[in-house]
């Protein structure tokens, strides 16, 4: 499994790279504990703590990191989410992983100049590890 992790991170950081983007990939275990992280040559210092509290979010919350920003933008009572602990990071370019139903992990990307950035090398890392869902925009 740390193999496939390892290998699903450099897709990420690849796909990034060929996307002319330097960032930083994260992958916690389901516990949100962190199994492997990379950092492309260049790569800003701050998408290490980026792209690990992205993971860490869309594994604790089961979803995508930028549905919850949408969400708390849309409703502000529920700002609080943000302020869980200080792990979180409500911000696009964090999946769940998900395989058999079952959400084993969290992937998170931070470094390209827009979310949708860095969900596209998130979802080529999902492909890599074959997760149910790749959330590949349509």
């Known amino acids: 499994k740390a193999i496939r992790c390892l290998a699903s991170s450099v897709s990420a950081i690849k796909k ?4 002319g983007f ?4 994260a992958i916690v ?20 703590d980026s792209s690990r509290r ?18 708390i933008a849309q409703k502000p009572e529920l700002q609080s989410l943000s ?6 990071l409500l911000l696009g370019g964090g999946f769940p992983i998900k395989i058999g139903g079952e959400v084993i992990g969290g992937i998170g990307v931070g470094g390209a100049p827009g979310i949708q950035f ?4 998130a979802s080529a890392a999902l492909k890599v590890l074959k997760a149910d869902a790749t959330y590949e925009s349509k």
């Open 29 to 48: 275990d389901q516990s949100g504990l962190l199994k492997v992280q990379l950092k492309a040559d260049g790569a800003g210092p701050h998408t290490l």
């Open 16 to 19: 990034c790279h060929e996307d």
């Open 54 to 71: 992205k993971a860490y979010t869309a594994n604790s919350l089961r979803d995508s990191t930028h549905k919850y920003a949408v969400l």
């Open 118 to 121: 860095d969900e596209v090398c």
């Open 83 to 88: 302020r869980l602990n200080d792990n979180i």
């Open 22 to 25: 330097k960032v930083s990939v």
